[in-house]
């Protein structure tokens, strides 16, 4: 998009259609919403059940991929929407698919077993990225948090070795940190002390308070939930069979972090993405910035979006968080249209095609675009 027209944009008008549309979704909102999540739930204990189920006679990757997309699940079309508060006003039944319950206290391993706290990921990501996509401040600008590898001397052959070697591990090395450290320094600015030095040693060693949070808040707990507990469960069918899913576990680990890698990274990476010096200055603006800064994928149904984890509809998810994602799914083309009626960009693509531009980004191939420096 050119700077001339990233300027002509009728941002107020642009503010006015957008709040219209929400007016209309939440209007929309019911019951069925909240049975759409019910049943993209169930779809992802099935996977669950069954990749433990088959895991147990001989360590597969089939029995991998569906313990894992059964964890994608349950990140990304359970905690993320509930946890955006996308069902409290539809007040359900069961108070435990609310903002306030879900993943609180004891219920953590219950509604949410993951590397990162529930509290760490709403404040990083509820908070810090969605309202400062695409700035510096974002902790997920992909552009920003790899300028260490794009400025380096590396080969660039190597440079997208590590990234794909990041893409298996990246839950464990850079997002469970990441929220811990957030949460960390949100919580010392609530106290009004003064923000702890977190270097990255510093972050994970047992020596210092923020380390020893990381370890005894994150890391063990789940690490004794997934490749501890769990496989013992399976110790009366005897040691074999419990070594099989901690080998089937650990691969759907690594296949869980490479799944979520490739549909969230390129959200908001590629060079035909947009990134912002400061912060924006009116509600037209920040509209149209989630719309420059978010990409989508394929969409329209069900069956495609559950294996996206809902995901493909960042543009819509940045404009409005708090709504059920079956909404999304009608919102998609009016957002479309909206679009294409303001002469506003739509980027959407498959999702091997923004891996690509993503990565590209990440080891220094590209950059990101900037309003002030595209004319």
Same mark, same amino acid.
């Given at each position: 998009m050119s700077l001339k027209s990233y300027q002509s944009v009728d941002r107020a008008q642009l503010? /006015?259609?957008?709040?219209?549309?929400?007016?209309?979704?939440?209007?929309? #909102?019911?019951?069925?919403?909240?049975?759409?999540? /019910?049943?993209?739930?169930?779809?992802?204990?099935?996977? $669950?059940?069954?990749?433990?189920?088959?895991?147990?006679?001989?360590?597969?990757?089939?029995?991998?991929?569906?313990i894992s997309q059964g964890s994608f699940t349950r990140w990304t079309q359970v905690a993320h929407p509930v946890v955006h508060r996308g069902y409290d006003k539809l007040k359900p039944d069961d108070k435990n698919y609310t903002s306030k319950v879900f993943a609180?206290? =004891?219920?953590?391993?219950?509604? =949410?077993?993951?590397? #990162? $706290?529930? %509290?760490?990921? @709403?404040?990083?990501?509820? @908070?810090? @990225?969605?309202?400062?996509?695409?700035?510096? $401040?974002?902790?997920?600008? %992909?552009?920003?948090?790899?300028? +260490?590898?794009?400025?380096?001397?590396?080969?660039? +052959?190597?440079?997208?070795?590590?990234?794909?070697?990041?893409?298996?591990? +990246?839950?464990?090395?850079?997002?469970?940190?990441?929220t811990h450290k957030e949460l960390c320094l949100e919580a010392a600015r609530h106290q009004q002390q003064t923000a702890p030095v977190m270097t990255r040693l510093g972050a994970w060693s047992l020596f210092t308070?923020?380390?020893?949070?990381? +370890?005894?808040?994150?890391?063990?707990?789940? #690490?004794?939930?997934?490749? %501890?507990?769990?496989?013992?469960?399976?110790?009366?069918?005897?040691?074999? *069979? *419990?070594?099989?899913?901690?080998?089937?576990?650990?691969? *759907?680990?690594?296949?869980?972090?490479?799944?979520?890698?490739?549909?969230?990274?390129?959200? @908001?990476?590629?060079?035909?993405?947009?990134?912002?010096?400061?912060?924006?200055?009116?509600?037209?603006e920040f509209y149209l910035r989630q719309i420059l800064g978010s990409v989508n994928y394929p969409t329209g149904s069900n069956f495609n979006d559950f294996f996206y984890g809902w995901l493909n509809y960042q543009i819509e998810h940045h404009l409005w968080p708090d709504l059920p994602l079956s909404q999304y799914q009608k919102l998609q083309p009016q957002v479309q249209a909206l679009c294409h009626k303001h002469n506003i960009p739509y980027c959407q693509q498959s999702v091997f095609k923004r891996l690509l531009k993503a990565v590209d980004i990440m080891v220094g191939k590209t950059s990101m675009l900037k309003p002030l420096a595209h004319g």
């Open positions: 503010a /006015k259609d957008i709040s219209e549309l929400h007016r209309q979704a939440l209007a929309d #909102m019911g019951p069925e919403d909240f049975r759409h999540l /019910k049943r993209m739930e169930r779809w992802g204990k099935l996977c $669950t059940l069954v990749g433990y189920g088959t895991g147990w006679i001989v360590p597969n990757p089939l029995s991998a991929l569906l609180k206290g =004891w219920r953590r391993f219950l509604d =949410w077993p993951d590397w #990162m $706290t529930p %509290a760490g990921w @709403h404040h990083e990501h509820d @908070h810090l @990225h969605h309202y400062s996509l695409g700035e510096i $401040t974002d902790p997920n600008n %992909a552009q920003h948090n790899m300028e +260490w590898l794009r400025q380096s001397t590396l080969p660039m +052959w190597l440079r997208y070795l590590i990234v794909a070697v990041f893409s298996g591990i +990246w839950k464990l090395s850079y997002y469970t940190p990441r308070p923020q380390g020893r949070g990381l +370890w005894l808040d994150s890391i063990l707990p789940y #690490m004794t939930y997934r490749f %501890a507990v769990l496989p013992a469960l399976f110790l009366p069918l005897g040691t074999v *069979a *419990a070594t099989n899913v901690l080998l089937t576990s650990v691969m *759907a680990e690594i296949f869980t972090n490479m799944h979520s890698f490739l549909v969230m990274i390129p959200n @908001h990476a590629g060079d035909d993405v947009m990134m912002f010096d400061e912060k924006s200055n009116s509600k037209g």
